[in-house]
Every structure is written in C-alpha cells, then in structure tokens.
C-alpha cells in the first residue's frame, strides 16, 4: 500500500485493525448498511433471462426494480423511439465503456430514481416519461410490487446481507433471473401500475434492455482493494461509491468509511484523539491543497490521477465527522481554528472552502478544480460563473450562474445531486437553458477522466486544441 507518512499510515492502520475487529459492527441506526453488500451494478438481459453476472450477492439498485414490469417488444420500441432524440448517447456509450454494469451508479440517486440520473444524459425527460406512462400501450402495464412485507436485514458467517419475511420472497427472486414479459403468469393478480411510479419503472426496464442490445461489456471479477488489500466485489459499491471515488479501487468497507466516522470504532481518549484530528486537517491541505471543510466526504475524487484519488481516499478515510468535531472542539471553525487553518482559507461556496485554479479562477471543489486546470492546460478560453440570461419566470433577478461558459456551451458539474434543494436548481437551470435555446452541458461527476472525449464533442470547435 502506498504510504501518507509514518504518522498518518499510522493511524489509518489503527483505523483498519478496529475496523477488522469489528466487521458486526453496526452503522448509524444500529443496522449494518443493507447496500454494503449488496449487487448494485446494472442487469444485463439475454433470451428474456438475466445474465449471471458471477457476483454471488443479491442484486439491489433502483434498475433491478424494473424487471418487475411487465413489458414487450412494442414497449421497449416505442420507449426507444421516444428517448432516442433526447439521448446523448454519446457520452451514455463513453460512460458504459468506463464503468461497466456500473453506468446507472455514475449518477446520483434522488426522487424519481431512474428518471433521475437519466435527466444528466437526457435533458427534459422527466415530463417525457410521465407522458409517455399515460400512452395505451403504458398505462394498463403491472408489476411484482415489493412491498408485501417487511424485510429483516440478517448477515450470514460470510458478511453478505440477505433478506427474509417477504412473502413473496419465491416472486421477488425469480425476477432476477427471469424478467416480467406481457402475460407473463405471475401478474395475474396484479393490480395495474400507479401512474406516478410509472415512468420510473419505465425508465429502468427501458434502459436496462438498450443497455443489453446495445451493449457488450466486460463483467465485473473480484480485485483486491488499494487501501486494505482485501479482495472485494466491484459489483457491491452502490451510486454514492461510484460518484464519488470513481472506477472501482476500493472495497465497499473502505468506501463505506470515507462517508462515516471512522473515529466511531475507536479505542482512543477525547483527549488523545484531539492532537491526533487536528495534525489530520494540517496533513490533508498540506498532501491535497484542499480545505478539510465539513463537506469534504461529499465530493468527488474519480476525476483525479490514480495516485492522488488513492491519497485523497486514504484520508478520508480519517477526517471525522461532524458530530464527533461538534463534540471535540465545538464546531467545524473551530476544529479549523485550532488546526491554524481558518486564516488560510478564501470564502466559502455551496462545496466547502475555495481554492485557486491554475488560470486564477476560484474553485469551489475538487471537480471544478479538476475542470478548470484541464482547460486552462488545453488554452480553451472559458468564462467562470457566467449569469444565466433573465427569464421572467426561471431567473426574474438574473441571480442564476453557470459553472462555466466554454464558447457558446452552458456547462454545469453537478457534483451534488443527492442533496435536494441543489438538484432542484440543476434541473431549472436545465429547463431555462431549453427556454432560452441556450447549449447546455451537465457533467456527471464520472465524466471527469473523459475529458478529452467531452471537449472533442462540445468545445472542440472553439479552438481546435481538444484533439
């Protein structure tokens, strides 16, 4: 394992050792995470069967949900047809190339599930979809619902989730190895789908069989993680793993803690363990040139080189929570203060505190730092923070701005998709761009290593330096 220093490897050793300890642990509401280990990558559909993908945990994630619906060749060609025009199939194409059965967890999960991470790729869709379910061949479609009992979380000798007290468990697992079609018997007493679920389950069976037709990909086998060295199966990191660290390099435990309390497992004193937080907020600014603010976990590393994401995992994997600085040091400025940060740093943005790109231009997270260095490598002139034109419903004060404006292209990373208010305002930025006939781009996350790729397509033309 690639080492921080003798005092860091330290106690990210420490870290791993209770951790090894305490596998039974249980998180946050006092259960073990059910996504943990569970299978959360894409389903691939062969002959009206699913493909054995090899991983031998329980297939879980918001697509496996719509091989539950009932569905035919003449649904999937007119969902096709229908989101075909409003697809950017381009960058979908790059993103499967990269991330594998792993493509629907490169976007957040949030509300409409399916439809959501959809809508980066697929600007508009959402209202496209809820039409579309309205349509005779939708409306009357079923499905095997899931809620006909409440699941108990056990864990068996060898850590993987299952769950029992379904009592349509037999239903319920059948689906993932054979999917609903049109008068498939198992529907018989199924009532039809409500409206409002519709287009989500439409979404995901939709995109699940292009996926398949479309797609040959290389399946998911176990590797060993870069942190802990324990094998572990890619297939088991959930939509927030992905988003957030990138093509698979750590095993669901380590991705696990770099959203938790690693202190939690601690066998340390208050009193030890303040020293010890304090010299981690020096380190990290010092190894990273990023501010350890309080929604540091929350960012995205999978656009950075392999050795500085292994950096940056490593020491996230000891920042503390917030719950644990309120308690130690009263606040996350006065954990900074007392780490003699807080007169270092520039103003704060919706990500955390600042930091200055290479071309001068204030980065307000590790993504735009990433994006604007790129540009600024490539000489492709770029505006920061452009204002939004004024549309007297969607941006009355003119108060809305851009990320970047690259030519005549309105781009936006949407870095936080899973936070509500932040992807409500993503999405009226979409739909003003639409009303103003603006070009609009919205970067996932995962498209950070693509951008070469990205710049060919949508700012290649400005200056000619993307090739």
């Not at 199924?190 to 287009?199: D, L, V």
């Given at each position: 394992m690639p080492k921080l220093d003798r005092q860091l490897d330290e106690w990210l050793g420490h870290v791993l050792v209770v951790r090894s300890e305490n596998l039974s642990t249980r998180w946050d509401n006092g259960l073990l995470h059910p996504y943990l280990f569970s299978d959360n990558t894409c389903a691939i559909i062969r002959g009206d069967v699913v493909v054995d993908n090899g991983c031998p945990l329980e297939p879980?994630?918001?697509?496996?949900?719509?091989?539950?619906?009932?569905?035919?060749?003449?649904?999937?060609r007119i969902f096709e047809d229908t989101i075909g025009p409003h697809l950017d199939t381009g960058r979908w194409d790059g993103i499967v190339s990269e991330f594998r059965t792993h493509w629907a967890n490169t976007c957040s999960v949030w509300g409409d599930a399916t439809i959501h991470w959809l809508e980066a790729l697929a600007p508009g869709v959402r209202p496209v979809l809820?039409?579309?379910?309205?349509?005779?061949?939708f409306r009357d479609l079923r499905s095997l619902r899931h809620e006909r009992g409440t699941p108990e979380i056990l864990v068996n000798n060898v850590g993987i989730v299952s769950t029992t007290s379904f009592q349509?468990?037999?239903?319920?697992?059948?689906?993932?190895?054979?999917p609903v079609t049109i008068g498939d018997e198992r529907l018989t007493v199924?009532?039809?789908?409500?409206?409002?679920?519709?287009?989500e389950l439409i979404a995901a069976r939709g995109m699940t069989e292009w996926f398949s037709h479309r797609h040959t990909v290389e399946q998911w086998t176990p590797q060993t993680c870069v942190i802990c060295e324990e094998f572990f199966w890619p297939n088991a990191l959930n939509d927030t793993d992905i988003r957030r660290t990138g093509r698979p390099r750590y095993c669901h435990l380590c991705s696990a803690m770099m959203r938790r309390d690693p202190w939690a497992l601690r066998r340390l004193t208050?009193?030890?363990?303040?020293?010890?937080?304090?010299?981690?907020?020096?380190?990290?600014?010092?190894?990273?040139?990023?501010?350890?603010?309080?929604?540091?976990?929350?960012?995205?590393?999978g656009g950075l080189p392999e050795d500085q994401r292994d950096t940056f995992a490593r020491l996230l994997m000891l920042i503390p929570r917030s719950e644990l600085v309120i308690r130690l040091f009263g606040s996350w400025s006065h954990y900074l203060n007392a780490a003699g940060l807080?007169?270092?740093?520039?103003?704060?943005?919706?990500?955390?505190?600042?930091?200055?790109a290479n071309d001068g231009h204030i980065a307000l997270s590790i993504g735009e730092r990433i994006i604007c260095d790129w540009l600024h490598a490539r000489g492709i002139g770029h505006e920061k923070e452009p204002v939004y034109p004024h549309h007297p419903e969607l941006n009355p004060n003119k108060k809305l701005r851009g990320d970047w404006l690259i030519g005549d292209c309105w781009v936006e990373l949407a870095g936080y998709m899973d936070d509500a208010k932040y992807a409500n305002q993503m999405l009226r930025k979409q739909e003003l761009a639409r009303a103003c006939g603006l070009r609009h781009?919205?970067?996932?996350p995962a498209e950070l290593g693509r951008l070469d790729a990205i710049a060919r397509e949508h700012w290649g033309w400005a200056k000619g330096q993307c090739d």
């Open positions: 879980n994630g918001s697509l496996i949900f719509g091989l539950g619906y009932e569905w035919g060749p003449t649904q999937q809820h039409q579309l379910g309205k349509t005779v061949e349509a468990e037999e239903i319920r697992s059948s689906i993932y190895t054979r199924e009532p039809r789908e409500r409206s409002q679920y519709r287009a208050d009193k030890s363990l303040r020293p010890i937080l304090i010299t981690i907020a020096q380190r990290f600014l010092e190894l990273t040139g990023m501010f350890p603010h309080s929604k540091i976990r929350d960012t995205s590393i807080l007169e270092k740093a520039d103003r704060k943005g919706y990500s955390g505190y600042i930091t200055i781009l919205l970067l996932l």
